[in-house]
T-cell receptor
Framework: DGGITQSPKYLFRKEGQNVTLSCEQN?????MYWYRQDPGQGLRLIYY???????QKGDIAEGYSVSREKKESFPLTVTSAQKNPTAFYLC????????????FGQGTRLTVV | AQSVTQPDIHITVSEGASLELRCNYS??????LFWYVQSPGQGLQLLLK??????LVQGIKGFEAEFKRSQSSFNLRKPSVHWSDAAEYFC????????????FGKGTRLSVIA
C-alpha cells in the first residue's frame, strides 16, 4: 500500500542528545514537510522540501535540521539546540506544488527527559 | 502571509445533531482551503478541499463545507453527527500562487455525547 511511514511511533531521549526521526514515502510525491504539534497550538511548519537536495525553513526551524538526499526520504534531526523538543511530529507529502493537499504519516511522539 | 482562525477550541454535540465548525482565513486573493480530521495519536486525514468553482464542497464521511468570500470563511458542516466523528478538526489555507505550504489553524476538538 502507498503511504507515508514515520518511525518510530514513540521515541525517548535524554536531554542534550540529538535524535533523528524517520519519514519515508512511496507515493512518488515531490514535496515533503515536517510539522510539529503541541496541545492547543495546531500544526507548525518546521521544514519543507520541494525537490531532492533542496529544502526551506518553515516557521519554527531553529534547533532542527533536515536532509533530502532521496525523493522518498526526508529525515528530521532534533538537535540539542532545540529548547523544548518534547512534542508530536508529523511528516507529510504532496504530489507537486506545496500549496496542494498534503498526505500525512501517523506521527512520532518524542519525549525528552 | 495567509493565516487561519478557528474560533472554537472545543465543541460538544449530541449524537444525531447537526454540526458546524467555524474557520476564518486571511489571504489577499482567493485561497486554497482544506479541512482535515485527526483522531488521538494519529496523523491527519483530508476531509475536503476547495480550489475554485462551486463554493459548496462535498467531502468524505458526510461532511461538507461552504466557501464564503465575503465573510472570509470556510465552515465545515455535517447534518447528523455520529459518535465516531469525535476527533480534532483542522482548517488549513494555502495561497494560490503555489509557493507557500499549507498554514493550519489551531484546531477544534469535537466531543459527541449520547
Amino acid at each position: 500500500d502507498g503511504g507515508i511511514t514515520q518511525s518510530p511511533k514513540y521515541l525517548f531521549r535524554k536531554e542534550g542528545q540529538n535524535v533523528t526521526l524517520s519519514c519515508e514515502q512511496n507515493l512518488n510525491h515531490d514535496a515533503m514537510y515536517w510539522y510539529r504539534q503541541d496541545p492547543g497550538q495546531g500544526l507548525r511548519l518546521i521544514y519543507y522540501s520541494q525537490i531532492v537536495n533542496d529544502f526551506q525553513k518553515g516557521d519554527i526551524a531553529e534547533g532542527y535540521s533536515v536532509s533530502r538526499e532521496k525523493k522518498e526520504s526526508f529525515p528530521l534531526t532534533v538537535t540539542s539546540a532545540q529548547k523544548n523538543p518534547t512534542a508530536f511530529y508529523l511528516c507529510a507529502s504532496s504530489i507537486e506544488r506545496i500549496n496542494t493537499e498534503a498526505f500525512f504519516g501517523q506521527g512520532t511522539r518524542l519525549t525528552v527527559v | 502571509a495567509q493565516s487561519v482562525t478557528q474560533p472554537d477550541i472545543h465543541i460538544t454535540v449530541s449524537e444525531g445533531a447537526s454540526l458546524e465548525l467555524r474557520c476564518n482565513y486571511s489571504y489577499g486573493a482567493t485561497p486554497y482551503l482544506f479541512w482535515y480530521v485527526q483522531s488521538p495519536g494519529q496523523g491527519l486525514q483530508l476531509l475536503l478541499k476547495y480550489f475554485s468553482g462551486d463554493t459548496l464542497v462535498q467531502g468524505i464521511k458526510g461532511f461538507e463545507a461552504e466557501f464564503k468570500r465575503s465573510q472570509s470563511s470556510f465552515n465545515l458542516r455535517k447534518p447528523s453527527v455520529h459518535w465516531s466523528d469525535a476527533a480534532e478538526y483542522f482548517c488549513a489555507v494555502a495561497g494560490n500562487s503555489g509557493n507557500t505550504p499549507l498554514v493550519f489553524g489551531k484546531g477544534t476538538r469535537l466531543s459527541v455525547i449520547a
